[in-house]
């Protein structure tokens, strides 16, 4: 996630001197322009693969450092969680056989990192978000140790001046309060570079904005966050709400939000889209820089553009426009970062020729985009992808038509021609675009992920479910087919003695009543769903109390109908979270003699554990 800046000491002179370099950067990068000095003669294509790691059980297995260490690539570098990689791979010339050799040297890192993480009982599965996060894996101990990521956190909490807020609508809804950034830590990509002409970069940047909806929809794999049912690509909406820097009011104000698509077609150059960036989003990162941009190109030299980068890094586009140097040379690139992870290697191969092929083979027709479609629209089009997927309808040039219909007879054919006028090997291009057109008649990964999830949760408990189809997502990666292939998950049933800990086996589909509600309501609403344990929560949630049918039958001669629950409620109530293992749940039950425990995280509540679940 970004530029490590393990030497930064983040004060007011370094800030001070980095917005200085902020502004010397931006101007050195219009320079380099009007000389010509820009790359301008070749396409080159890019790819960062992030990845989950999960210990023998399918959880996420907090062991980044380690495997990194064990690793030992320059290729392979950290996120902000501690269960997430990044692999970069290295870039290729657009011609003949480089998707085949994207496809080998991104095999060959996956294989370092599976056999490092073999060696600390890990596994790396692709996914958009691994099914098996759960809330208690989203806490500060579980955030990579390095000061950029604490700083990030830090200073977007000081902003918000809250805690975060995540509510998302689909099929479930998610509405949950977190105290860090970590949610940003469920997603995880594959992001796609290729390298622009500066000239065309303003007609090739408003292009990827046009196809971002449906190269989103056809790709789409993040469809569970927590349990639930959300979006198609879930990723989209959490991640601006996991980084969102805006209060409330600030929205109302029309704040632009720092995760987004953007509020208009381009003009002018990659610059000014630097220039928009910078006076809209506030600095969160600083790092000292030894020499400036200004004073490198009166040396003859070419600037890295450090504090824009690392400034560039912290605003998060889903096209990303990019500053680099490679053996000597600057170039600009457009990076794609609303690809999910997965499902597999050729699937996301896939991906990337149908981006890159639509990208280069851009018809003249739409050079002056703002002329021929409505901004808006085309944003709509990629809200409407990462709800619906496959099944998204779309507004194209003013025609409604269906992902199906416009990625046919539309998109497909100017992927061809992107390909071929690179001479892109026709195998390569019949093979990848190929499992583009498959996977338009289905499943994408979303759909596979969702059909078998709802086919497990038949047969098992949730905490099951997430765990078959995550070995099955791993399992299936394994053999590199694509995803419209892949066969139903077989779930196995897990016998009840091969479950460790309480969140494995716990109730999460609980009814809950407030303090300040009426007994006979709370009796009412026990007899009604036949349970015989209702826990109390107060406004802001947390747990407070506890009624069970025992306690209430000793209470023959209270009046019901006056009395709150409140009155009535067990107010020491003993709780275990999720960690806690079975065999301390069923004891802490028979040495108090109890009938259930809630299960909490921190004063929320999660769930609730019974004798019949032991």
């Known amino acids: 996630m970004g530029e490590h800046i ?57 062991k980044s450092l380690e495997i990194i260490e064990a690793i030992h690539d320059p290729h392979f570098t950290t996120e902000l969680a501690s269960y997430n990689l990044e692999a970069n791979l290295d870039p290729f010339l657009l011609e003949k056989d480089c998707f085949q050799k994207v496809e080998q040297q991104l095999g060959q890192l996956l294989n370092k990192a599976k056999a490092a993480s073999k060696e600390h009982q890990s596994k790396v599965v692709l996914t958009g978000i691994l099914p098996t996060i759960s809330k208690e894996e989203l806490g500060m101990d579980y955030m990579t140790p390095i000061p950029r990521y604490y700083k990030l956190n830090e ?35 594959f992001q796609l570079h290729l390298q622009v002409a500066p000239e065309d970069f303003i007609k090739s940047y408003n292009w990827a904005q046009a ?44 704040q632009v939000a720092r995760v987004g698509f953007g509020e208009h077609w381009q003009t002018g150059s990659a610059v000014d889209i630097f220039k928009e960036d910078i006076s809209t989003h506030r600095i969160i990162l600083t790092k000292p820089i030894v020499k400036g941009a200004l004073q490198l190109l009166e040396e003859g030299k070419i600037p890295k553009l450090e504090a824009l980068n690392l400034f560039n890094g912290t605003v998060y586009r889903w096209n990303r426009p990019c500053y680099g140097v490679g053996n000597g040379r600057p170039h600009l690139r457009i990076e794609n970062r609303y690809i999910p992870a997965g ?47 496959r099944q998204a309808q779309f507004s194209w040039q003013g025609k409604n038509m269906t992902l199906k219909k416009l990625i046919k007879n539309e998109l497909l054919p100017i992927a061809h021609e992107g390909l071929k006028k690179h001479k892109v090997n026709d195998n390569d291009i019949n093979r990848l675009l190929g499992i583009i057109e498959a996977r338009v008649n289905g499943p994408a990964g979303a759909e596979w992920q969702i059909e078998n999830f709802r086919r497990l949760r038949k047969q098992m408990k949730l905490d099951s479910a997430l765990v078959q ?136 509540l999660v769930g609730i554990i019974s004798k019949v679940d032991l």
């Not at 975060?164 to 997603?187: M, P, W, Y």
């Not at 049933?493 to 109730?507: A, D, L, N």
């Open 469 to 604: 189809l995550t070995k099955a997502q791993f399992e299936k990666q394994q053999d590199n087919i694509p995803v419209h292939q892949w066969e139903p998950v077989q779930g196995i049933v897990r016998k009840r003695e091969s479950f460790q800990w309480v969140g494995q086996i716990m109730s999460t589909r609980l009814l809950k009543i407030d303090g300040d509600d009426y007994a006979n309501l709370a009796l009412s609403i026990m007899q009604w769903n036949n349970i015989h344990h209702l826990p109390v929560e107060n406004i802001k949630g947390e747990l407070v109390g506890l009624l069970t049918w025992s306690h209430i039958d000793q209470m023959n001669t209270l009046d019901k109908t006056e009395a709150l629950v409140s009155d009535i409620m067990i107010k020491k109530v003993i709780t275990v979270t999720p960690k806690t293992e079975i065999k301390t749940a069923k004891k802490i039950m028979q040495d108090h003699q109890i009938g259930c425990l809630p299960v909490c995280v921190g004063d929320s």
């Open 343 to 389: 499902p597999s290697v050729i699937d996301e191969m896939a991906n990337f020729a149908f981006w890159v092929g639509l990208m280069e083979g851009r018809p003249k027709t739409y050079d002056d985009l703002p002329n021929v479609m409505d901004f808006k629209e085309v944003r709509q089009n990629f809200i409407i992808a990462a709800r619906n997927g």
């Open 155 to 189: 200073t977007l909490k000081m902003w918000r001046g809250d805690d975060f807020n995540v509510r998302i609508r689909g099929v479930d809804e998610l509405s949950i309060h977190h105290d860090s950034v970590l949610f940003e830590a469920c997603n995880t990509s």
């Open 6 to 62: 393990n030497k930064s000491v983040f004060d007011s002179e370094e800030r001070k001197a980095f917005v200085r370099h902020l502004i010397d950067d931006v101007k050195a990068l219009e320079i380099l322009l009007e000389r010509g000095l820009v790359e301008d003669d070749v396409v080159r294509i890019g790819a960062e693969q992030e990845m989950c790691l999960v210990d023998d059980e399918f959880r996420p297995s907090p």
């Open 211 to 254: 196809i971002a909806g449906p190269v989103l929809g056809i790709s789409c794999n993040s469809p569970l966050l927590l349990g639930k049912e959300l979006w198609k690509e879930t990723r989209i909406a959490l991640f601006q709400q996991s980084l969102d820097t805006r209060k409330w009011s600030h929205a109302v104000k029309e």
